[in-house]
């Protein structure tokens, strides 16, 4: 019979000093356990077992359960006890999650691969130079999965991971000496650099986010329509198996019925159509939010609040997260995340009716049932799946699988490479230049993130504050590049500003005392203040022009601190020039305007010729 706790087996473990129990005592400790209606804790693992299977609730849902488990005859064996004494030690001492526990046992076993190739018998034989030896290979590894030798961030992992095996045997009878005294697991990764840190995770381009969000917010708007019929064609083909017997002329008869009359050709255009609403939301809900897809398959139907101060409705994202910890979360987003929210919870409903009856069922034929009390954890999630492999099974959807299907899904709309932590960085980065005004089709869905919505955000004590300082470092590296670009010789720009700085750009003194522009740009953009008009960029910080640049544009030309860029404003003043040139020939605008147009006219030709532009309206002025 399983061994039941009165307690979790996390909270039976806690005191126990390891050390002093005796084999026989260890060997049943328990390792894992999961909680039964009465209260009890029924165990799952125990310490002798060859493979550790960890609690769900250790590890963020949508983690499949082949990644829960600790598989110890999966190496050397004469460390087995060691590595399983020093994982359990880590356990009780630091509480990692079930991912940073897997992680160190990942990383370790190549190390005691290397070990037991080198015909090392146990961890009290490992010594400084065997470990020296084995980073110099890990430098000189050729990754099997990129063809390139092994990153900074997975050699970090693989040297902490044998710092941990040495500071959790410290004192028992598998010690061994320190593995390298006068240095670091970081220090030995090459984390030693004090450069520009960039990020890693590639943005998505605006072309292509184009092409996705355009794509789902037709998904959007026509997915009511789409989940109504499909509920009336299984409430039909219920009644058409009764006289129908054959699927083709069932699905024939469907097709005539529901799907013609609709505009569609089939089953196979409406079906295409229909699967394609869960990804579509999860798009859209990643996209505008920034949330990690551990917290978007974290989200219940439960999933937002409302804020309404009269003036202004604030919506806010709930989930869980688990990334550092931060538990239950919020997240300020625009309307369409909502929008997306409650075409999914219509979408998911049959499969969570489908879930609620197997638990039912589960339970009432046996009140212990793992699979029963597993569903109770999982059977609001707003996002579910058929698992085909396991009898059609419904199941909280996996990172693995999301990521197959998020792939797959901008393949078919020519979007190569689509990965869910891109959203986030591309969240940040859409924020920011949300900021600045720069923000194109997607501003209307960003416009609340002003400084009022910013203030908001930062006063919610359940925000993602990482998610927050990673919009702060996009504004800034915004900021950096704006000022970059203004010290470009490439870069044609006008205004006030611009003599200031095109005499800057050729003094070779300025530049000397950095190491390069892109240093210089930094450190100037901490003393600059930059905002957008829409038509130039405003470096003001006073009350300057008092806001008339809104109302009159071309007041900006005679600004002195005012740059007005050919690629980004050019348009605009081609724009307004032809613009009044038209209002120029109107009789009854009045002598104070025919006197603003005239003043408009001419600052705009100021701008157009010195932007190299002159030539593509000086035929329409006559000239």
């Given at each position: 019979?399983?061994?039941?706790?009165?307690?979790?087996?996390?909270?039976?473990?806690?005191?126990?000093?390891?050390?002093?129990?005796?084999?026989?005592?260890?060997?049943?400790?328990?390792?894992?356990?999961?909680?039964?209606?009465?209260?009890?804790?029924?165990?799952?693992?125990?310490?002798?077992?060859?493979?550790?299977?960890?609690?769900?609730?250790?590890?963020?849902?949508?983690?499949?359960?082949?990644?829960?488990?600790?598989?110890?005859?999966?190496?050397?064996?004469?460390?087995?006890?060691?590595?399983?004494?020093?994982?359990?030690?880590?356990?009780?001492?630091?509480?990692?999650?079930?991912?940073?526990?897997?992680?160190?046992?990942?990383?370790?076993?190549?190390?005691?691969?290397?070990?037991?190739?080198?015909?090392?018998?146990?961890?009290?034989?490992?010594?400084?130079?065997?470990?020296?030896?084995?980073?110099?290979?890990?430098?000189?590894?050729?990754?099997?999965?990129?063809?390139?030798?092994?990153?900074?961030?997975?050699?970090?992992?693989?040297?902490?991971?044998?710092?941990?095996?040495?500071?959790?045997?410290?004192?028992?009878?598998?010690?061994?000496?320190?593995?390298?005294?006068?240095?670091?697991?970081?220090?030995?990764?090459?984390?030693?650099?004090?450069?520009?840190?960039?990020?890693?995770?590639?943005?998505?381009?605006?072309?292509?986010?184009?092409?996705?969000?355009?794509?789902?917010?037709?998904?959007?708007?026509?997915?009511?329509?789409?989940?109504?019929?499909?509920?009336?064609?299984?409430?039909?083909?219920?009644k058409l198996a009764e006289t129908i017997k054959g699927k083709s002329d069932i699905s024939?008869?469907?097709?005539?019925?529901?799907?013609?009359?609709?505009?569609?050709?089939?089953?196979?255009?409406?079906?295409?159509?229909?699967?394609?609403?869960?990804?579509?939301?999860?798009?859209?809900?990643?996209?505008?939010?920034?949330?990690?897809?551990?917290?978007?398959?974290?989200?219940?139907?439960?999933?937002?609040?409302?804020?309404?101060?009269?003036?202004?409705?604030?919506?806010?994202?709930?989930?869980?997260?688990?990334?550092?910890?931060?538990?239950?979360?919020?997240?300020?987003?625009?309307?369409?995340?909502?929008?997306?929210?409650?075409?999914?919870?219509?979408?998911?409903?049959?499969?969570?009716?489908?879930?609620?009856?197997?638990?039912?069922?589960?339970?009432?034929?046996?009140?212990?049932?793992?699979?029963?009390?597993?569903?109770?954890?999982?059977?609001?999630?707003?996002?579910?799946?058929?698992?085909?492999?396991?009898?059609?099974?419904?199941?909280?959807?996996?990172?693995?699988?999301?990521?197959?299907?998020?792939?797959?899904?901008?393949?078919?709309?020519?979007?190569?490479?689509?990965?869910?932590?891109?959203?986030?960085?591309?969240?940040?980065?859409?924020?920011?230049?949300?900021?600045?005004?720069?923000?194109?089709?997607?501003?209307?869905?960003?416009?609340?993130?002003?400084?009022?919505?910013?203030?908001?955000?930062?006063?919610?004590?359940?925000?993602?504050?990482?998610?927050?300082?990673?919009?702060?470092?996009?504004?800034?590296?915004?900021?950096?590049?704006?000022?970059?670009?203004?010290?470009?010789?490439?870069?044609?720009?006008?205004?006030?500003?611009?003599?200031?700085?095109?005499?800057?750009?050729?003094?070779?003194?300025?530049?000397?005392?950095?190491?390069?522009?892109?240093?210089?740009?930094?450190?100037?953009?901490?003393?600059?203040?930059?905002?957008?008009?829409?038509?130039?960029?405003?470096?003001?910080?006073?009350?300057?022009?008092?806001?008339?640049?809104?109302?009159?544009?071309?007041?900006?030309?005679?600004?002195?601190?005012?740059?007005?860029?050919?690629?980004?404003?050019?348009?605009?003043?081609?724009?307004?020039?032809?613009?009044?040139?038209?209002?120029?020939?109107?009789?009854?605008?009045?002598?104070?305007?025919?006197?603003?147009?005239?003043?408009?006219?001419?600052?705009?030709?100021?701008?157009?010729?010195?932007?190299?532009?002159?030539?593509?309206?000086?035929?329409?002025?006559?000239?």
């Amino acid at each position: 019979m399983s061994q039941v706790l009165q307690i979790s087996a996390t909270d039976y473990c806690r005191p126990q000093k390891m050390h002093e129990l005796d084999d026989s005592v260890l060997k049943v400790l328990p390792i894992s356990s999961y909680q039964l209606p009465d209260g009890s804790h029924k165990v799952i693992s125990q310490y002798g077992d060859d493979i550790w299977r960890l609690e769900d609730a250790r590890f963020p849902s949508n983690t499949m359960d082949n990644q829960k488990k600790l598989r110890f005859n999966t190496i050397p064996s004469q460390f087995v006890e060691a590595v399983k004494f020093a994982l359990k030690h880590y356990d009780i001492k630091q509480n990692p999650s079930g991912a940073t526990l897997l992680g160190v046992f990942k990383h370790l076993k190549p190390f005691l691969a290397y070990l037991n190739s080198i015909g090392v018998q146990s961890t009290t034989g490992i010594t400084p130079l065997h470990c020296a030896n084995y980073v110099h290979q890990c430098k000189t590894e050729i990754s099997k999965k990129t063809k390139k030798p092994l990153s900074k961030g997975t050699l970090t992992h693989r040297f902490l991971a044998i710092e941990t095996l040495y500071h959790n045997l410290k004192g028992t009878q598998w010690s061994f000496e320190h593995p390298w005294m006068e240095s670091s697991a970081s220090y030995l990764a090459g984390n030693h650099s004090q450069g520009k840190k960039t990020a890693k995770t590639q943005v998505i381009p605006d072309d292509e986010l184009k092409v996705l969000i355009n794509h789902c917010n037709k998904v959007l708007e026509q997915a009511n329509n789409l989940i109504q019929i499909q509920s009336e064609i299984e409430i039909e083909r219920v009644k058409l198996a009764e006289t129908i017997k054959g699927k083709s002329d069932i699905s024939a008869a469907i097709t005539n019925r529901f799907l013609k009359p609709q505009g569609y050709s089939g089953l196979k255009e409406f079906n295409a159509m229909y699967s394609d609403i869960p990804g579509a939301m999860a798009i859209i809900i990643l996209t505008f939010s920034g949330i990690r897809i551990h917290e978007l398959c974290a989200i219940q139907f439960d999933a937002y609040r409302i804020e309404d101060n009269e003036e202004e409705v604030y919506y806010w994202l709930k989930s869980h997260s688990s990334k550092t910890h931060e538990g239950y979360t919020e997240w300020l987003v625009p309307e369409i995340v909502i929008q997306a929210i409650e075409v999914q919870k219509a979408y998911i409903k049959p499969l969570q009716e489908r879930l609620w009856q197997e638990q039912a069922e589960l339970l009432s034929n046996d009140p212990h049932s793992p699979r029963g009390l597993k569903i109770k954890s999982f059977k609001n999630h707003l996002f579910l799946t058929n698992s085909l492999q396991q009898g059609n099974q419904v199941n909280s959807l996996s990172n693995y699988a999301f990521g197959q299907r998020l792939k797959a899904f901008g393949d078919a709309l020519g979007v190569k490479g689509l990965a869910a932590h891109r959203f986030r960085r591309t969240f940040a980065v859409y924020v920011a230049q949300s900021a600045y005004g720069d923000l194109r089709y997607l501003k209307q869905h960003f416009k609340h993130w002003g400084m009022d919505m910013t203030l908001l955000y930062s006063a919610n004590r359940s925000q993602d504050e990482e998610l927050y300082d990673e919009i702060a470092i996009q504004i800034k590296n915004f900021k950096i590049a704006r000022v970059e670009e203004f010290l470009d010789e490439d870069t044609i720009i006008t205004g006030g500003l611009a003599k200031k700085l095109i005499s800057y750009r050729s003094s070779n003194e300025s530049v000397k005392t950095f190491e390069n522009r892109a240093a210089m740009a930094e450190r100037i953009s901490d003393t600059v203040h930059l905002r957008s008009t829409g038509h130039s960029w405003c470096t003001s910080d006073n009350a300057g022009c008092g806001g008339r640049s809104v109302i009159e544009g071309t007041e900006c030309v005679d600004c002195d601190g005012s740059i007005i860029e050919k690629k980004r404003h050019g348009e605009y003043f081609k724009g307004i020039y032809i613009q009044q040139l038209e209002l120029r020939q109107i009789d009854d605008i009045g002598e104070a305007g025919k006197q603003r147009v005239e003043r408009d006219i001419e600052r705009c030709e100021r701008v157009l010729k010195d932007l190299g532009m002159w030539n593509e309206v000086k035929e329409v002025s006559n000239v």
